[in-house]
């Protein structure tokens, strides 16, 4: 065990020692991150649908009707005055109250900025259209009392009309984007692409330089070097996820939702990485050709499984290509981690297919991985 | 008797149609410097790459201090191998690399610590320890090699072609390390190409060719398989052919034919005094000699005898 985290332990170092290794490993990934991360802004301010709300009303019913529009999914502000900034603004008129009272119709005004995210602006508007109808409902019931006292006493008739959105069976309600989605997203190809490459060629150059037959001329076993460049490998996906991981919490405000989860999707996803890696380096023979395959290979992977973009927002037919892309799986269990809050009952069939892909790839590596050329 | 540090017995080994090694038995007492001296394509590699255990599909047997080599991998941490490559990390230092190799077997982080820094001295790279290797000339490469073949200690040292492609001064410094070795109790199998390493620095030398040895013995011994006996080499602008067919009009009585190549031959004499009727015969049938050498007995002659080729061939 001590030979395999010795031999593990120094392609770590030489990966750290190489100069360009920040560029690659850091620099480059944030690049994407920055790129991608403005393509897709959800901004991560708006992802929680925030809705202003300037409530100029004389009365009471204005801030009886805020009440309403109240919930988890909105960020909801009350402002006096008309704010600078805003992504979404309700108007709430001086003479709202006055009009109510006198049963007269009116319409209320909602304001938004262009770069408003349309996913957050559809939540804000079911949740006014139900705000209103409450409000309306309750109107015809009650009268003009004052309600808000008259719930405070009585709360079981506090939800006596109930507005419910129903939508139609798999509508997409949510689009994971933003930082949230983009980290994972870069994440996930940066270990595949810095895996494939840094791990292919070293794996490449130790057999051409003997190092890997010098290996065994100490008492490590065949089973002891094999062990030792797979965690080699493995180390250095680990290595690329915490910087990424650092790096979105520094600068991005990155949620990652279940902690012990992402991790153990961010492992189990190198696992099958690093195999690939010993695989490929073990069959090509030259430097420029592990390159190339290995970009390749991760931007294929990358794209297909919804690296770049939300898988959720291509068609059904390129979704269930991305399937062959390990990715796909991964950032399937990031999704449901982050955004949809699930856990380990609804993510582990994405757990066992990274390890069947582990376990394929193991076997090929095994199969090839030599040490004389 | 004191017990033999390694006993090869006909140890064979074919690559398709190429026969590598044949029947190759050779042994080894403890303390013994040993120079395997053969032409390219001999079987040196063939087997080092054995005996460090990396190469398989061979007959034979392997004794290590009396116990089969190959069924205990713990006897290879008794075993240093100097490849014919340099096979250590360009991008660690001496002293890391040191560090590295001497981490795969059980020493103590502050002993192998000690022993590193001990051996950069011996192979005079201690000011260069921490140095990028990419900045290294080829000699001091070949002596990091070595340090990383004796980093744990070994009883037995184990190096193919050591001196190849460096300077003559260079090949002196490794020499000198290799017979520093052997005074201080390591046995020591070297394999080269080049005769004058041999003779220099061994207590016992072995000529093999084609996978086998021709023979094995001190300088002395050797030199006694030949004879008391002048060498001539003769070169010139001549085919082996042409060569063979003037000798053959001579009477040729006391004059051995060691070589016969294009371009060269060599001839020994038991009777000095022959040397010069040979030379006129030569001349008489033309023969386009260009140079000629006397020379008394030595190793090459010996290689010469035993393989009917120079080692330059
Ligand atoms: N991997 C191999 N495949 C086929 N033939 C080989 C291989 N390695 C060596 N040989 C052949 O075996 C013979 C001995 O080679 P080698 O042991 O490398 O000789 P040396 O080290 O003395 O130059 C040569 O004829 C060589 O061509
Ligand atoms: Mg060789």
Known sequence: MKKIWHIGFLDLKLTVKDKAFFFWMLAFPLIFILIFGNLFRGSKTDTKASLTVLNQDQGKWGAYFIDKLKSPGIELTVEATEPKEYFRMLLIPADFSAKI?????QTLELKKDSDANLQAGAVAETKIAQAMVKLIAELVLYG???????????SPYRDLVLVRTRLPEGTITKVPSGFDHVIPGILVQFVMMMVLIYGGISVMEDRKRRVLARILYSSASFAELFAGKFLGRVLMGLLQSAILIVAGLLFFRLNLGNLWLTGLNILVFTLAMACLSIFVGSVLKKEELIVGVSVLTANMFAALGGCWWPIEIVPPAFRALGMISPAYWAM???HQVIFFGKGLETVWPNLLVLLAFTAVFMAL???????NE | MQQKILE?????KNYGETVALANFSLDLEKGEVLGLLGPNGAGKTTLISILSGTLRGFTGSVMFKGQDLFADRNLRNLIGIVPQEMAFYE???????????GGLYAIPEKELKKRARELLVVVELSSRAKEPIKKFSGGMKRRLNIAIGLIHKPELLLLDEPTVGIDVQAKVSILDIIHGLGQQGTSVVFTTHQLAEVEQSCS???????????????????????GEKEIVEVSGEFSADAFSAIIRRSDGNGMEILSVADHRAHLAFADSERIPAMMQHLFKHHLPIADLKIKSPNLEAVFLKMTGRSLRD
């Open chain 1, 101 to 105: 009272e006198k049963r007269a119709a």
């Open chain 2, 91 to 101: 991008d660690l230092n001496a002293l890391e690399n040191l560090m590295f190799w």
């Open chain 2, 8 to 12: 090869i017995k006909n140890l064979s």
């Open chain 1, 144 to 154: 003009n009392r004052d309600m808000g006292a008259f719930f405070d006493s009585r």
């Open chain 1, 365 to 371: 590596a095994l199969r090839f991985f030599k040490i």
């Open chain 2, 204 to 226: 016992r030398i072995a000529i093999m060719d084609k996978g086998t040895i021709l023979a094995q013995g001190t300088l002395a011994e050797l030199i006694r398989i030949v």
């Open chain 1, 332 to 334: 399937d269990v990031f």
